[in-house]
């Protein structure tokens, strides 16, 4: 056999690698491939979540500083005073996306909405950011935030109802993303696989 050799003696034809070699890299490379495959939609959604639960703190907070300056719920007289209806007092998809739309609005600063005459923000102190000029305050996944207030200072909000199996939320105020699933509230209203929805309060 023909030997090739360089002049101090050493061979100049270099090794590559073996099959062997090769099938272990690729199967590393796949094997990784994989792993990120769902580890990196799983990083962004947490990441999302996170993002709305510091905005929902936010608005949270922009409603208690609204009624610590003003005095008042940021809604109509004609709403704080009924208690008929559960959902009086719920800005969001559940009724509304205009009347979310308001409500950040006149968290925002503008001076411009009115509820039954009066003007809901005279002096256009701006308790929140983040919303469009129109209202527009959206989760990551394109959900309008629902916000729900004690307008009538009973000292708690129905949100799991009486029929359900988790005590009423002892708040003021809660605001809530419908999640990735763009639905109405998910009916359990329970942290499960099945309940994307996104809470101020937990």
């Known amino acids: 056999m023909e030997r090739i050799f360089r ?11 073996t099959l062997v070699e090769l099938l272990v890299v690729i199967s590393i490379v796949g094997l990784l491939a994989g792993v990120m495959s769902v580890a990196i939609p799983r990083a962004m959604e947490a990441g999302k979540k996170a993002k709305v639960k510091g905005e ?7 409603v208690k500083a609204y009624k610590q300056e ?14 008929a209806d559960e959902y009086n007092s719920w800005y969001g998809p559940p009724t509304t996306e205009s009347e979310s739309k308001d409500l950040m609005r006149i968290l925002s600063g503008d001076m411009t909405v009115q509820k039954d005459g009066q003007t809901m923000n005279p002096k256009g102190v701006r308790f929140l950011e ?6 527009t305050f959206q989760d990551p996944w394109g959900n309008q935030y629902c916000v729900k207030m004690d307008t009538n200072d009973s000292g708690g909000l129905e949100y799991y ?41 937990r």
């Open 7 to 17: 002049k101090n003696g050493t061979r100049s034809v270099q090794a590559g690698f």
């Open 56 to 62: 929902l703190t936010a608005i949270v907070a922009a």
């Open 70 to 83: 003003y005095g008042q719920w940021p809604v109509a007289k004609s709403q704080m005073d009924s208690v």
């Open 130 to 135: 983040g919303a469009r000029t129109d209202g």
């Open 161 to 201: 109802g009486t029929s359900g199996n988790q005590e009423n939320i002892r708040v003021t105020v809660i605001a809530i993303s419908l999640g990735k699933n763009k639905s109405q509230e998910d009916p359990d209203k329970k942290v499960t696989k099945t309940c994307d929805d996104v809470y101020s309060w």
